[in-house]
């Protein structure tokens, strides 16, 4: 599996970005995808996820009314829209997808300017 995320940039306080990531290659289901993020000098941290088969959706409590998930299967895309940015949402922002194994992105910067 093959992940390509785009969408960072830099933004000011209060701005919006929409992240895209993009699968390929998949030779098995999907179970899972979704955003995990990780700032200068800290680990990597979860964001929002969604559960194929159900479709529920999980948001880090930090970002839980700015950021949403949605997913396009037709395009095999998962998408971050990220509103009311804040300086502490700067980071290296990284799409996974569970199938047949963990699977990672190259990873996007998002830099939030105040």
């Known amino acids: 599996v093959q992940l390509q995320a785009s969408g960072g940039g830099l933004v000011q306080v209060g701005g919006s970005l929409r992240l895209s990531c993009t699968a390929s290659?998949?030779?098995?289901?999907?179970?899972?995808l979704g955003w995990f993020r990780q700032a200068p000098g800290k680990g990597r941290e979860f964001v929002a996820a969604?559960?194929?088969?159900?479709?529920?959706?999980s948001h880090a409590t930090s970002v839980t009314g700015r950021f949403s998930l949605s997913t396009d299967n037709a395009k095999n895309a998962v998408f971050l829209q990220m509103n009311s940015l804040k300086p502490e949402d700067t980071a290296v922002y990284y799409c996974?997808?569970?199938?047949?194994?963990?699977?990672w992105g190259q990873g996007t910067q998002v830099t939030v300017s105040s």
């Open positions: 996974y997808v569970v199938s047949g194994g963990l699977h």
């Open positions: 290659g998949r030779a098995f289901s999907t179970l899972a």
């Open positions: 969604i559960l194929q088969n159900s479709g529920a959706r």
